[in-house]
T-cell receptor, first 113, second 115 residues
Framework: NAGVTQTPKFQVLKTGQSMTLQCAQD?????MSWYRQDPGMGLRLIHY???????DQGEVPNGYNVSRSTTEDFPLRLLSAAPSQTSVYFC????????????FGQGTRLTVV | AQKVTQAQTEISVVEKEDVTLDCVYE???????LFWYKQPPSGELVFLIR??????QNEISGRYSWNFQKSTSSFNFTITASQVVDSAVYFC????????????FGTGTRLQVFP
């Protein structure tokens, strides 16, 4: 039962570097999303996807790109990392048709120095 | 706009005490879902409950219970006879009925249970 898998778990970047946070789910869920968690602010939606080939912006999309080429994968790209992107990132997936809760990955702790 | 308020930033109790975590929400939707998630020190998010806006029945699951009141836009969470393992950050969240993965989270309440 893998569920939602995020890699890496920890990452340190220098300002201006780029990287991709990986997210994969094996539950055949249509709906996937990315959140960031910052102290005192809860989790905020970055981008989401309702199916392969379809993505849209959430509450805090600036500085992030996403794509959804397959149902299973939903990578999050930071093109030019900034210290303000230091956060814990969570990927989630939902079986929309079943009206279930969101299943979250274990999180990626990213530090930008 | 949708909003979730968890006014209690941090609560400390001694083991076996009962504790209630407050959650107040705002939405213009008539159909919506409310959730509670637990985030233990290990960092993962653990789903606790989902409630739709048409179901105002209170729910009890072991030592956990939830009180949903549409009249006051509240969805409070009570832990009875708290235990050290209950120490965590608890998040209340709201979603539109259609997009149950598009969650609006509160800022969380950190619960510390001391032995």
């Amino acid at each position: 039962n893998a569920g939602v898998t995020q890699t890496p778990k920890f990452q340190v970047l220098k300002t201006g570097q780029s990287m991709t946070l990986q997210c994969a789910q094996d539950m055949n869920h249509e709906y996937m999303s990315w959140y960031r968690q910052d102290p005192g602010m809860g989790l905020r939606l970055i981008h989401y996807s309702v199916g392969a080939g379809i993505t849209d912006q959430g509450e805090v999309p600036n500085g992030y790109n996403v794509s959804r080429s397959t149902t299973e994968d939903f990578p999050l790209r930071l093109l030019s990392a900034a210290p303000s992107q230091t956060s814990v990132y969570f990927c989630a997936s939902t079986n929309q048709g079943k009206n279930t809760e969101a299943f979250f990955g274990q999180g990626t702790r990213l530090t930008v120095v | 706009a949708q909003k979730v308020t968890q006014a209690q930033t941090e609560i400390s109790v001694v083991e076996k005490e009962d504790v209630t975590l407050d959650c107040v929400y705002e939405t213009r939707d008539t159909t919506y879902y409310l959730f509670w998630y637990k985030q233990p020190p290990s960092g993962e998010l653990v789903f606790l409950i989902r409630r739709n806006s048409f179901d105002e029945q209170n729910e009890i699951s072991g030592r956990y219970s939830w009180n949903f009141q549409k009249s006051t836009s509240s969805f409070n969470f009570t832990i009875t006879a708290s235990q050290v393992v209950d120490s965590a950050v608890y998040f209340c969240a709201l979603s539109e009925a259609v997009w149950t993965d598009k969650l609006i989270f509160g800022t969380g309440t950190r619960l510390q249970v001391f032995p």
